[in-house]
Structures are given as structure tokens and as C-alpha cells.
């Protein structure tokens, strides 16, 4: 069974950190193109972040720019999502997910077959 599991979500105040960890069972993820996504309520989903299969090109939206870092350890076959100088408008459900599709500029666009169950992320004071 192909499964994504986040982990790392929490109660952070205002400028605070975390970092999200996206595992991956069932299937290896150096195969695949793989990207964050957040939803708040109300609102959208969103693509925050993406990471090519090597690791070499990433992509970051503009609200998260200079804030969120994204990478990948292949071996271990996880992807991380390093955040810092969080904001209470970060708070969201994260969820990761996997394309089988080769990365591009504008890889938040892929078609993602793949999705975690999202961890909770809530910056408050």
C-alpha cells in the first residue's frame, strides 16, 4: 500500500520554527517529484514548496519565500519542510504528496496522486 505519513505539526507562537517530515511506505520517493501543499479554513488549498527527484530544484511560493526550506534524504525516503519566522497566517493543515511527473518551474501544478493525511500547523500567541 502507498502511503505518505507527515509528522512535526504543533502549536508554535509567532516567529517561531518547525520542521515537517513527510515518510513515505509502500513506494520510494526519489522516484518522484514531491511538494507541500497547506489548506486553512476557508480558504484554498495552496502549493507552499517542491523539490525535484535529486533534490537539485526546488520551488517556493512567495509566501513562503526566505521563510521555508525544502529537501529530501532519498535513503532515509523522506522530504522535510524546515520552516522559520512562522506567521499566525501559516496556520494550516500541511499535507505532502508525490507526482510521478519530472519536475518543473511550476511543479505545484503537477498532477499529485499521492497525499498524506496533513499534520496540523498553528501559530498563535
Known amino acids: 500500500q502507498l502511503q505518505l505519513v507527515e509528522s512535526g505539526g504543533g502549536l508554535v507562537q509567532p516567529g517561531g520554527s518547525l520542521r515537517l517530515s513527510c515518510a513515505a511506505s509502500g513506494f520510494t520517493l526519489r522516484y518522484y517529484t514531491i511538494g507541500w501543499f497547506r489548506q486553512a479554513p476557508g480558504l484554498e488549498r495552496e502549493g507552499v514548496s517542491c523539490?525535484?527527484?535529486?533534490?537539485?530544484?526546488?520551488f517556493y511560493a512567495d509566501s513562503v519565500k526566505g521563510r521555508f526550506t525544502i529537501s529530501r534524504d532519498n535513503a532515509k525516503n523522506t522530504v522535510h519542510l524546515q520552516m522559520i519566522d512562522l506567521k499566525p497566517e501559516d496556520t494550516a493543515v500541511y499535507y505532502c504528496?508525490?507526482?510521478?511527473?519530472?519536475?518543473?518551474?511550476?511543479?505545484?501544478?503537477?498532477?499529485?496522486?499521492?497525499w498524506g493525511q496533513g499534520t496540523q500547523v498553528t501559530v498563535s500567541s
Open positions: 504528496a508525490a507526482s510521478g511527473s519530472p519536475f518543473q518551474s511550476m511543479c505545484i501544478n503537477l498532477p499529485y496522486n499521492n
Open positions: 523539490i525535484s527527484r535529486s533534490g537539485g530544484s526546488t
